[in-house]
């Protein structure tokens, strides 16, 4: 099972798209962040629905929105694989 951030717990469709995140080549695991009651990704997002913020050094920063509002994430992946598993999250 892939190391957790403080927050464990998220929706279940957060938690179908992460599991399917974890599963891809080059992703080493996914790691939940802080919580934000009551913000959106915008208009028209649905649960389940990500964001990729940036490539950081040993992965990427995303948020997905949540039943109860925006979650960050981080994506660690394997050296070099960091645009792959992007292109890959994005066409989800």
């Keep these: 099972m892939p190391s957790r ?36 990704l915008g208009r028209g997002s649905r649960t389940g629905a990500i964001r990729m913020q940036r490539k950081v050094p040993g992965g990427l920063k995303a948020v997905t929105q949540s039943a109860k509002g925006v979650q960050e994430i981080f994506i660690r992946t394997e050296d070099g694989m960091e645009e792959s598993v992007q292109a890959r999250i994005e066409e989800l």
Excluded at 9 to 29: P, Y
């Design 5 to 40: 951030g403080r927050h464990q717990s998220t929706s279940k469709e957060c938690g179908r798209l992460l599991r399917k995140i974890e599963g891809m080549g080059g992703v080493i695991g996914v790691i939940i962040g802080r919580s934000y009651g009551g913000k959106s």
